[in-house]
């Protein structure tokens, strides 16, 4: 996956600085995230194996599905230029690092809140009041319920992972008395 991250960078540094001269982060995130589930899609994946075909029979495909009504010229000129360069498989990766460009930028984290049951919308807004002031960012939230947590919630924003379940007690406390 680090190679791959490695190939994309270039590409979603282009992107974002792109979308940032025509401040239009908003539809360029909408387009890559298009184009990103096209790409992950396993029959399109396979498509784009097809040694048989060239670069712009790929980006002809490839726009055709996304939509010319959803990629704008610049948007079917990235995706002409990854085709020639036969780099469209990595649209997924793509799109994450420009997600994250654009989330930097905008000083904004995403984070997941995950919980044992089911959290009512005031303490979600709790939560992310909280995370806005520990991180000093704007958060976008969403919130999921995994039961096996037993109690608790474990949030996970950028690189911090706050785990305040009953489960991670447990391990931690077991954790303890072994050592």
Request: hydrophobic letters at 50%; one cysteine or more; glycine letters at 6%.
């Amino acid at each position: 996956m680090a190679e791959l991250t490695t190939i994309a960078r270039p590409y979603a540094k282009a992107a974002f600085r792109f979308a940032q001269e025509q401040n239009a982060f908003a539809q360029w995130e909408t387009m890559l995230g298009l184009a990103a589930a096209v790409a992950d899609d396993p029959v399109m994946r396979s498509f784009l194996r097809q040694p048989s075909l060239g670069g712009k029979q790929k980006a002809d495909a490839f726009i055709d599905v996304c939509g010319e009504d959803v990629l704008d010229e610049s948007g079917r000129n990235f995706v002409a230029l990854l085709a020639d360069n036969g780099r469209l498989a990595l649209v997924p990766v793509i799109f994450t690092l420009f997600h994250a460009l654009v989330a930097e930028q905008q000083a904004i984290v995403d984070a997941e809140i995950v919980s044992a049951h089911e959290l009512d919308a005031a303490d979600v807004e709790r939560l992310v009041a909280a995370l806005k002031k520990r991180l000093g960012r704007e958060v976008r939230a969403t919130s999921t319920v995994d039961a096996s947590l037993q109690g608790g919630v474990v949030i996970r924003a950028g690189d911090t992972v706050i785990d305040g379940s009953v489960r991670g007690r447990l391990a931690r406390l077991a954790e303890q008395m072994n050592s």
